[in-house]
Structure formats: structure tokens, C-alpha cells
């Protein structure tokens, strides 16, 4: 049962802090998407990967986030220094770039304080 | 801008009622892809419609996709409380990027 998993499922830090996100996709998917949904604004695309590439990251704040697919299984969300706002949960997807099917994993919950 | 709305935003029904959800936007869809989410999870992708006025069914959830492929509407038959969840609507863009509406909550009280 192929599943894309993340770590930390939850995360509690304080400001200014810094948080790392992991995320494993399917094996074989070489597309990897990263997104954080609020109540206020919903599911937001953050960056996303083809073939370990970043093809766009127009949807992260440059100045503290980052995002890197070291290998093909693994991708990371960083957030250096934390702010209170970054309050969310961060969803890892997975798929394949012959089509629109995205395979999300549990997420992370991240408060910071 | 909000690319897709979807309504209602809340809902809260008795099992055994039928409802139905919408999603719309001014502009015109290449694709659309419904998505569940239950609480603590991710989004499941239930059904993806590319063809105006295509409808798809999946046991008691019917999708329709809109002649123009300006809308979409999810209808529930005899909603269950398995049904209980965020429902997303999501429009396939570029490099096959996605873009969701903020969902309709779906409370299903036994």
C-alpha cells in the first residue's frame, strides 16, 4: 500500500526557532508538491519539484523558507527563523507528471509559540 | 482572487438526506478533481472530470462536470456519516499544478 509519509506528524516550537519538515513520496512519483492549509486561506501550493528539480516556489515566503529533494525520496520544507504566522499544516503530495493525480501524505502540524 | 468558489462552505445534515455541493469559477477549467478530506488527514482525490458535461459516479456520490466546465457539483445519496468531511474542488493548471477552493464541511449526524 504505497503512501506518502511525513515527519514530524506534529511539531510545537517557539519563534524563531528553526523547523524541518520531512517528507518521503511514493516510489516511482517524480513529482513533489508542498502546501500549507489554514482555515483563513485553505490549501496554498508552496514550491513543487519534477524529477528532484524546483519548477516553482512562487508561493513560499523566500526570506525564511526553503525546499530541497536532496534524492528521489526525500523532500524537505525549512523554515529559518519561525514566526507565530507559520501556524499551519504542511501537506506533502506525491504524482506522477503524465497527470493532474496528487497522493498527499498526513501532513504536519506546526504551532509556533 | 478567489479562482474557485465552492459552496455551501458549511453543512450539517441528517444520515440518510441527499445534498449537493458546488464549485465555480469565471473562468473556464481544463480539468477538475474532487477531493476528501477527513480530519487529521490529507486530501483523498475522489474523481477527476476533463470533459464538458461528462458525469461520473462513484456508489453514492455523483459528479457533474459543467457544459461550459465553468462549475462542478458533487451530489450524495443517502449521505452516511463515513461521508463527514472537507470536500475540496480543484482546478488542474499548468505543469500540471493545482489550485483548490477552501472546501464545504460536511457534518453527516446519525
Known amino acids: 500500500d504505497a503512501r506518502v509519509t511525513q515527519t514530524p506528524r506534529h511539531k510545537v516550537t517557539e519563534m524563531g526557532q528553526e523547523v524541518t519538515m520531512r517528507c518521503q513520496p511514493i516510489l516511482g512519483h517524480n513529482t513533489v508538491f508542498w502546501y500549507r492549509q489554514t482555515m483563513m486561506q485553505g490549501l496554498e501550493l508552496l514550491a513543487y519539484?519534477?524529477?528532484?528539480?524546483?519548477?516553482?516556489d512562487s508561493g513560499m515566503p523566500k526570506d525564511r523558507f526553503s525546499a530541497e529533494m536532496p534524492d528521489a525520496t526525500l523532500a524537505t520544507l525549512k523554515i529559518q527563523p519561525s514566526e507565530p504566522r507559520d501556524s499551519a499544516v504542511y501537506f506533502c503530495?506525491?504524482?506522477?507528471?503524465?497527470?493532474?493525480?496528487?497522493?498527499f501524505g498526513p501532513g504536519t502540524r506546526l504551532t509556533v509559540l | 482572487t478567489q479562482l474557485l468558489k465552492q459552496s455551501p462552505q458549511f453543512l450539517s445534515i441528517q444520515e440518510g438526506e441527499n445534498l449537493t455541493v458546488y464549485c465555480n469559477s469565471s473562468s473556464v477549467f481544463s480539468s477538475l478533481q474532487w477531493y476528501r478530506q477527513e480530519p487529521g488527514e490529507g486530501p483523498v482525490l475522489l474523481v477527476t472530470?476533463?470533459?464538458?458535461?461528462e458525469v461520473k459516479k462513484l456508489k453514492r456520490l455523483t459528479f457533474q462536470f459543467g457544459d461550459a466546465r465553468k462549475d462542478s457539483s458533487l451530489h450524495i445519496t443517502a449521505a452516511q456519516p463515513g461521508d463527514t468531511g472537507l470536500y475540496l474542488c480543484a482546478r488542474g493548471g499548468s505543469n500540471y499544478k493545482l489550485t483548490f477552493g477552501k472546501g464545504t464541511l460536511l457534518t453527516v449526524n446519525p
Open positions: 503530495a506525491s504524482g506522477l507528471v503524465s497527470g493532474f493525480a496528487q497522493y
Open positions: 519539484f519534477r524529477n528532484r528539480a524546483p519548477l516553482d
Open positions: 472530470v476533463v470533459t464538458g458535461g
